[in-house]
């Protein structure tokens, strides 16, 4: 009889950054979280304030981190930094404006978006199975760090890290545009997973703060 006990996961995307407003893309690159993205992150950590998390996990991106210290908040849980975590890299496409994408590049990210392809990658970039796969290895890893005492584990990521994810493990015919600061959560047991909810931003919005 398996000792292991639920593992469920919380998967966050990151609060709104200035190349979100200004349609730069953005993955291995960083900008700075805006005004409304503090919000978005102090407020979903109001939302989660009634569940006790046994640990914090966090892309190593700068934005990423920031919207894990503000979402925290005074809780006293120290933040695990993994690279493996990190957003798509979007190779020579990173900061560029997407008018700029569309001028140099034609409709290439229509096409890489469409997901019809998961070897498809950027020019330089990574691939969507290649994304899965980094994200895979850290994932269980931290499932067999807390599988024994079970428990809930917040991950904060980037929007296509935590979408491509979802979609390949859950094997889902799409994929699932995350919003800012909205939340997915995976529940682990006895090596079969169960999704429980996805990008949702109710927690985000039920204390936004004005």
């Known amino acids: 009889m398996s000792s292991e006990k639920e593992v469920k996961l919380y998967f966050i995307r990151h609060?709104?950054?200035h190349f979100n407003v200004e349609k730069r893309l953005?993955?291995?690159c960083d900008s700075p979280l805006t005004d409304k993205g503090i919000k978005q992150a102090k407020s979903v950590g109001f939302g989660l304030s009634d569940l006790e998390f046994k640990a914090v996990y966090a892309s190593e991106s700068q934005r990423v981190v920031d919207t894990a210290r503000y979402a925290i908040g005074h809780r006293n849980?120290?933040?695990i930094t993994d690279p493996r975590l990190m957003e798509m890299n979007f190779g020579v496409l990173e900061t560029l404006?997407?008018?700029?994408?569309q001028a140099q590049f034609g409709d290439i990210l229509k096409t890489l978006f469409s997901l019809k392809d998961l070897n498809m990658s950027a020019p330089e970039g990574e691939s969507y199975l290649?994304?899965?796969t980094r994200t895979s290895s850290a994932i269980d890893e931290i499932i067999q760090k807390h599988k024994n005492e079970g428990g809930n584990v917040l991950v904060f990521s980037h929007g296509v890290t935590i979408g491509n994810y979802l979609m390949?493990?859950?094997k889902?015919?799409?994929y699932t545009h995350h919003d800012n600061c909205s939340v997915t959560v995976i529940k682990y047991l006895n090596g079969e997973f169960y999704v429980d909810r996805i990008a949702d931003t109710s927690f985000r919005d039920k204390y936004y703060l004005k």
Not at 97 to 101: A, P
């Open 77 to 79: 849980i120290p933040i």
């Open 130 to 132: 290649q994304l899965f």
């Open 15 to 17: 609060g709104e950054t």
């Open 172 to 174: 889902m015919s799409g």
């Open 97 to 101: 404006l997407q008018t700029e994408i």
């Open 26 to 28: 953005q993955g291995f």
């Open 168 to 170: 390949q493990l859950a």
